[in-house]
C-alpha cells in the first residue's frame, strides 16, 4: 500500500487580533527607542567634541531627547487604540 502524502493541517493557537496590535506596538515603541536615542546621543557626542570642548552634558541631553520623543511617540501610538502603527514624522498632524 502506498502511503498518503497528504499534509494535514495542523492546529495551532493563534493570538488574538488585540495582543497581536498590542505587540506591534511594544515592539516599534521599544525599537524606536533605541533608534531615537542613539541617534540623539550621536548628536550629543558631535556638538560636544565640536562645540562644547568634551563635556559630557550634550551626549546626555541628546540621548534625553531621542529618549523622550520616543516616548511621546509610543504614548500617543497606545492611547490611539486600534489604529496601526505609522511613524508619526511621515504624516502630516491636522
Known amino acids: 500500500m502506498a502511503e498518503s502524502t497528504e499534509l494535514k493541517p495542523v492546529a ?3 493570538k488574538p487580533v488585540s495582543e497581536a496590535l498590542l505587540n ?3 515592539d516599534h515603541a521599544i525599537s524606536s527607542l533605541i533608534v531615537r536615542s542613539s541617534v540623539g546621543l550621536g548628536f550629543g557626542v558631535v556638538l560636544s ?3 562644547f570642548k568634551r563635556r559630557a552634558w ?3 541631553v541628546g ?3 531621542g529618549a523622550g520623543r520616543a516616548y511621546e511617540e509610543a504614548d500617543t501610538a497606545f492611547r490611539r487604540g ?3 502603527v505609522t511613524d508619526a514624522l511621515r504624516h502630516a498632524r491636522s
Do not use: I, M, S, Y
Open 49 to 51: 567634541v565640536l562645540l
Open 63 to 65: 540621548l534625553g531627547f
Open 82 to 84: 486600534d489604529n496601526p
Open 58 to 60: 550634550p551626549a546626555w
Open 24 to 26: 506591534e506596538k511594544w
Open 12 to 14: 495551532r493557537a493563534t
